[in-house]
């Protein structure tokens, strides 16, 4: 299904919406603290599976796949699998309570919900092209095609989907949102205030701020054990890096070899059969609001592509025809030229069964689509066939080459290592021609010489004890044989080693004192005077002015208003506030201007702010019932899930 998402496709974006809905709820019982899991034991769970819910297994494969799509969806590379499994042991299990306790409510999809969505729903412009089913083969097809389902295991998502959609609908149906609130909300979201701000900076303090060394030494002799054995254990290691691309005697393909390779790749030689087409459109009117196509105007459609194609047929340039009349503007200009066309591709299955049946230079009668008629013209026409050794071989050479030096790359570390256990490194190195390196001393998260970033390389030297025999290292593109030459252990720097970071500690915490106690200043003599101005400038701040801005709204050295002084809204003109912390900085503010917004805005947003408003509510109404969902089923032993099981799918350990 997550496949079937990704392609592109007004089949695929309609389905997308509902499946949206299956996640919207998963989101919110995955934000439940404590998760659907909390204390739940593996008692009776299969031994191909994790989890069970009201008897169905959560099966090792359904996980699997599960993960597969999450990581193919993300983009996430192979070894981030053991993270995301728990993560897909989660998703299968909360969607089979929710279908579980759908049905438990009598809200289970049934046939007739099922036909109704194909006839009416999203898939209804791929399924019912103008109302007509496209017949069961070409059902099969499509699904097969863009959703890699059988038809019942399709259908049964989409019955899913409606259950879930039926259950969420309950859950929402009784919020309710007053017009207070709204209003409320309306005054929140659009009142704008105007006012004077004097803001303190720790980096400003911080050039006032001295430290001397005195100071230092009793700051270092009081957090000393922060700085125990934080300088990292070092080792110096030798090695020979392996080279498949840098052998001293890099091999070539034979003759043999090359054809050998082409047997057994004959299939990526195959060119299918293809042709070169021309296409004219002449497009249908747009659906109405009751989702149907005026039939005047379809009709009106129909004769204008009819005319087009008696003009065809009184031999008119098929390229002229298509650059006067063709609605698709892309093509248009090319004189209707659409390339080329593979068989098999499966696009437009109605213009592909056309096109492979003309001969080189036919032109079609009108093929009736979902969108509008179309004439077709095949240019040029080239059939199946395979690509020759020779034509192929600029493709397979540089490939067999590659391997056939991996593979000699490979036997060589081998040799490399063996040789090096009884002869030493550096003769085994010089005997094979390869150079010997040097890393000097480096910690595990080190670039190494020659290799860079390598964590396989470094969590292998690191976990090797000092001169012990070499060890052949796969690198991502090349083999290194490693020995550890010297170990120096994790030690504790010396005061002079840190003096220089303690400094910056010191000067850090100092300014942040200073900066609270000179915020917290500056707002008790501006509260008691009623005048920023001057006590901003008794502690050598600087006051500045906003404009009139919304709670959204961003201003210099304070940012976002909501987020950095959400006071200010609450506040009444004249009013003062109290010292505002912004971690690096320091803050008062005293408001000018409270300016509310009038009714007319009041009118023009109204609904959108109810419309957030109930989704809100929403989601906090079933996360309500998830929650209570959750208690319950586990109480019942509803819900059974083996904690072993997940953990060990992730390697963690007790």
């Not at 989890?51 to 099966?59: H, I, L, R, W």
């Not at 934080?230 to 840098?246: G, L, M, S």
């Amino acid at each position: 299904m997550i496949r079937f998402l990704q392609t592109p496709g007004r089949f695929q974006k309609a389905l997308l919406v509902g499946f949206l809905s299956i996640v919207c709820i998963m989101m919110v019982v995955t934000l439940v603290p404590g998760g659907i899991f909390n204390d739940i034991g593996g008692r009776g769970v299969g031994a191909n599976s994790v989890a069970k819910v009201d008897g169905q297994e959560v099966t090792n494969k359904e996980v699997d796949m599960v993960a597969r799509n999450i990581m193919q969806q993300r983009h996430y590379p192979e070894q981030f699998k053991p993270y995301i499994l728990p993560q897909a042991v989660d998703e299968l299990v909360l969607q089979k309570v929710y279908l579980q306790e759908a049905k438990r409510l009598g809200l289970e999809a049934t046939d007739e919900d099922l036909r109704y969505e194909m006839q009416h729903g999203a898939p209804a412009q791929a399924l019912y092209p103008n109302g007509v089913f496209i017949g069961a083969d070409q059902y099969r097809d499509l699904i097969a095609t863009q959703t890699n389902l059988s038809v019942p295991q399709f259908e049964q998502e989409m019955r899913d989907q409606l259950t879930l959609r039926k259950l969420r609908s309950v859950i929402g149906a009784g919020v309710f949102v007053s017009n207070q609130e709204v209003h409320d909300a309306f005054i929140k979201l659009k009142t704008k205030v105007k006012f004077d701000y004097a803001v303190l900076s720790i980096a400003d303090l911080e050039k006032s701020v001295a430290v001397d060394d005195s100071e230092l030494r009793a700051y270092f002799e009081k957090n000393q054990q922060q700085f125990a054995n934080t300088i990292p254990e070092q080792r110096k290691v030798k090695y020979v890096i392996v080279d498949p691309a840098k052998l001293p005697n890099p091999a070539k393909a034979s003759a043999e070899e090359l054809q050998s390779y082409y047997r057994q790749h004959a299939a990526e030689f195959r060119v299918p059969e293809s042709v070169k087409v021309r296409h004219i459109l002449i497009k249908l009117p747009l659906p109405g609001p009751d989702g149907k196509v005026d039939s005047k105007q379809a009709d009106a459609a129909r004769a204008k592509a009819q005319d087009v194609l008696n003009q065809l047929h009184k031999g008119a340039d098929f390229a002229v025809l298509a650059a006067k009349y063709s609605d698709d503007a892309a093509t248009a200009k090319n004189g209707g030229s659409v390339g080329e066309l593979v068989q098999g591709s499966g696009s437009a299955p109605e213009i592909e069964k056309v096109a492979f049946g003309l001969g080189k230079g036919q032109s079609s009668d009108l093929i009736a689509t979902g969108y509008g008629f179309e004439i077709i013209r095949v240019d040029d026409k080239v059939s199946a066939h395979a690509r020759s050794l020779e034509d192929a071989r600029a493709e397979i050479e540089p490939i067999v080459t590659a391997q056939k030096n991996q593979r000699n790359a490979e036997q060589l570390a081998h040799t490399l290592e063996a040789q090096a256990k009884t002869d030493g490194l550096e003769k085994a190195a010089a005997k094979n021609g390869l150079p010997l390196q040097d890393s000097g001393y480096i910690s595990r998260n080190d670039s190494i010489p020659g290799i860079g970033a390598a964590p396989q390389f470094s969590e292998s030297v690191f976990n090797m004890k000092a001169n012990a025999a070499p060890v052949a290292i796969p690198l991502p593109r090349s083999i290194a044989v490693a020995q550890v030459a010297e170990v120096k252990p994790p030690a504790t720097p010396t005061f002079e080693q840190v003096k220089d970071r303690l400094a910056v500690q010191l000067k850090q915490q100092k300014a942040q004192s200073l900066l609270a106690q000179k915020s917290q200043e500056m707002s008790e003599k501006a509260r008691s005077s009623h005048n920023l101005r001057e006590a901003a400038k008794a502690v050598g701040a600087t006051v500045k002015t906003s404009e009139l801005v919304a709670p959204d709204g961003q201003v210099p050295d304070l940012g976002q208003v909501s987020s950095s002084a959400p006071q200010v809204f609450e506040m009444k003109p004249g009013d003062i506030s109290q010292a505002i912390n912004l971690g690096q900085k320091g803050a008062v503010v005293a408001l000018l201007e409270k300016q509310e917004p009038t009714d007319a805005e009041f009118n023009e947003i109204k609904a959108r702010i109810k419309s957030s408003l109930l989704e809100r509510k929403r989601s906090e109404a079933e996360e309500v019932f998830i929650t209570s969902l959750r208690d319950r089923m586990e109480k019942e032993g509803r819900v059974i899930v083996d904690k072993k099981k997940v953990e060990a799918l992730s390697g963690a350990r007790d």
